[in-house]
């Protein structure tokens, strides 16, 4: 059991540009999520797979978002045309398909808008 | 979601026990109470959850209040690695298939001192 991972650990970025995160799970784990964190609060879900379907979407995923996990194993987020309140902690998590099994997070990518 | 009421801080000198308490009045039957923990620059970390009963592993202790209205998350000797946000969250139970999100609040941040 490796964790998960994300990458990259940190990214620096101009506002306007785009960027990509990836998330490895747990493997076998057929669920995946992600989380958004700002300073001094909990982390927010943004959206949840299951295998490879994307089951749900919270409304702070705006459509400068997208989240991806084509083969039901690792998952990339991206955002689009990037600003300066999109700054936070990405943050992704995973679980078995068991009910009522605890998530399993990375550390997350850190994202700062310039 | 169902919302949870924590302290915003706690102090503990090492190799105290620490509880940390948490409120839930509007907790519904079928809600599991979960604790995570964030130390700094890391992401989540499972710490325990139970229904109705006590639960013990070897991170914590759960205490739930036979109302299950409250609950304290017990830390029997408290380390100065154990310096984190502590989340206590309502998660619904996952019984119908359907996996749950975590909704995250902003925690008690525990200090812990020599």
């Known amino acids: 059991d490796t964790g998960v991972s994300q990458n990259p650990r940190h990214k620096i970025t101009k506002r306007g540009q785009n960027v990509t995160f990836r998330c490895d799970p747990i493997?076998?784990?057929?669920?995946l999520y992600w989380y958004r964190q700002t300073l001094g609060q909990g982390p927010e879900f943004l959206t949840y797979?299951?295998?490879?379907?994307?089951?749900?979407k919270s409304r702070l995923l705006s459509d400068r978002f997208s989240a991806e996990r084509p083969k039901g194993s690792f998952s990339t987020l991206e955002i689009q045309r990037t600003e300066q309140g999109d700054s936070a902690m990405y943050l992704c998590?995973?679980?078995?398909?068991?009910?009522?099994?605890?998530?399993?997070f990375g550390d997350g990518t850190r994202l700062s808008i310039l | 979601d169902a919302k949870t009421t924590q302290p915003n801080s706690m102090e503990s000198n090492e190799e105290e026990p620490v509880h940390l308490p948490c409120n839930h009045s509007?907790?519904?039957?079928?809600?599991?109470i979960h604790w995570y923990r964030q130390l700094p620059s890391q992401g989540p970390e499972y710490v325990i959850h139970?229904?109705?009963s006590n639960v013990n592993n070897r991170m914590a202790s759960l205490a739930i209040a036979e109302d299950r209205k409250s609950s304290t998350l017990i830390l029997h000797r408290a380390t100065l690695r154990d310096a984190a946000v502590y989340y206590c969250?309502?998660?619904?139970?996952?019984?119908?298939?359907?996996?749950?999100?975590?909704?995250f609040g902003t925690g008690t941040r525990l200090q812990v001192t020599l």
């Open positions: 509007t907790i519904s039957g079928t809600d599991y």
């Open positions: 969250i309502l998660r619904a139970s996952e019984n119908t298939g359907t996996a749950s999100k975590l909704t």
């Open positions: 797979f299951q295998n490879e379907a994307q089951l749900e």
């Open positions: 998590a995973s679980s078995s398909g068991v009910i009522n099994q605890p998530q399993h």
């Open positions: 493997s076998e784990h057929n669920r």
């Open positions: 139970g229904l109705t």
